[in-house]
């Protein structure tokens, strides 16, 4: 009878053990996230780090933008974590489309180090006193200028305190047509299509573009009708910029040389150049200047399975060090202002980190809209099609039709 208990006794410990080694194998599995709605070559090397430095945790990244997503989660599965534009976030965090990220943060808050991320790039993502994405990385818009076609016009740098008048000024005497063909050789600026342009020199009159309390547009306001006079002056009146039908392609003219000025993000693609450049803030109008822009939100999925784990790649990433890490290498800068930006060597994000204080995240919705309805409006007035006030109201329609159906 002990033998035979014995033998039980062993059998069952074996039996235990294996069940122990079998769990322990299984415990061993890392969590596997999906991310999606970030597809840039930086994100790469961004998970390869963080895979490194977790073992029990993988992320990667399926490819898909804000209508998969959006697709997958009407389907009830992943991702278990994603990324869309600032400017749409708004309404998904209105439907319940993000995890809401308080409890977290109160829980965490000693490691997480909220006080060192800068408070703008938190804002856009707040609802009714509660965050539901953490920012990983902040965009903003300010004036690249290209010393070498500088210098050809015979002319000094501007004032880093320029205003409008002085920019429209300064881009008419960069534009050249070396033949004297009736042809650009060189635009002065390039780009005055670009939604930051208009919204730079509305938003320096002190107009509140947007406004989330209410929430409302304030399109059809006597800024507005001064912001596209001064294109049309611009492109008509002065020729320092192109009108619809000889307008190139801002990244091509600006890297082959034929476009003096541009306004675009502070990101690594518009340095990688064969000629001088530098960068300005952007001019000012009478409530100062302003960057348009905002911060790339990280939300995560009500539909994951993964919460938690997806919560530690957001504290991962918005960690100082790693911010620092991803702004020296990767180019992009950081939220984690205070102790990230002396690390920065780059000059375009330094003086991009400098102009953080006149940052204005415009809006969080329906910008896309205001993309296409801008254009078409602006190039109308530009064809002598439209009047200012009529192309003004038309694009305040078209904000106001866009928001009612963000809000449903």
């Known amino acids: ?61 399926v490819p898909g933008g804000a209508a998969q997503i959006l697709a997958r989660m009407a389907a ?32 965490d808050q000693e490691e ?19 965050q539901y994405a953490m920012p990983h990385h902040i965009g903003g818009n300010l004036m690249y200028i290209n010393i070498d076609r500088v210098d050809e016009a015979g002319l000094p740098l501007p004032r880093s305190d320029w205003d409008w008048d002085e920019f429209v000024a300064y881009a008419a005497r960069l534009s050249l047509d070396r033949n004297n063909d009736g042809a650009m050789d060189v635009w002065g600026f390039v780009n005055p299509q670009m939604w930051a342009f208009s919204i730079a020199m509305i938003a320096s009159e002190g107009v509140r573009f947007f406004d989330p309390n209410l929430p409302a547009f304030n399109v059809d306001t006597p800024a507005m009708h001064r912001a596209m006079q001064r294109i049309y002056d611009l492109v008509h009146i002065h020729r320092g910029a192109p009108g619809p039908g000889e307008r190139p392609n801002a990244a091509e003219a600006w890297s082959s040389g034929s476009a003096a000025m541009t306004m675009q993000s502070a990101n690594p693609s518009w340095s990688q150049v064969d000629f001088r450049f530098t960068v300005l803030p952007n001019p000012s109008g009478p409530a100062g200047r302003v960057m348009p822009g905002g911060p790339q939100p990280l939300a995560i999925s009500p539909y994951s399975e993964h919460v938690e784990e997806a919560w530690t790649f957001i504290k991962w990433i918005v960690r100082p060090d790693i911010q620092a890490w991803i702004s020296g290498e990767l180019g992009l800068f950081p939220p984690a202002r205070r102790s990230a930006i002396p690390f920065v ?25 205001y993309e296409r309805a801008f254009i078409q409006q602006m190039d109308a007035v530009l064809a002598h099609r439209q009047s200012i006030p009529a192309a003004a109201r038309e694009i305040q329609l078209q904000m106001d039709n866009a928001l009612a159906e963000a809000w449903k």
């Not at 997480?112 to 006193?129: M, Y």
Request: no cysteine; glycine share 10%.
């Open 1 to 61: 009878m002990w033998t035979r208990g014995v033998k039980h006794g062993l059998r069952g410990a074996t039996l235990a053990f294996a069940l122990w080694v079998a769990a322990l194998g299984a415990a061993a599995e890392p969590v596997v996230l999906e991310f999606s709605g970030w597809g840039a070559p930086s994100v790469e090397a961004i998970f390869e780090r963080f895979n490194a430095e977790h073992d029990g945790i993988q992320i990667m990244l």
């Open 76 to 107: 009830g599965t992943g991702p278990d974590l994603y990324r869309v534009s600032w400017a749409e976030f708004a309404p998904w965090m209105q439907q319940g489309l993000a995890v809401d990220l308080t409890p977290f943060i109160e829980r």
């Open 345 to 369: 060597d780059n000059p375009v994000l330094r003086i991009f980190g400098g102009e953080l204080e006149n940052q204005l995240v415009y809006t969080t919705v329906a910008h896309s809209t």
């Open 112 to 130: 997480l180090q909220l006080e060192d991320i800068w408070p703008r790039a938190l804002e856009p993502f707040q609802l009714n006193g509660r």
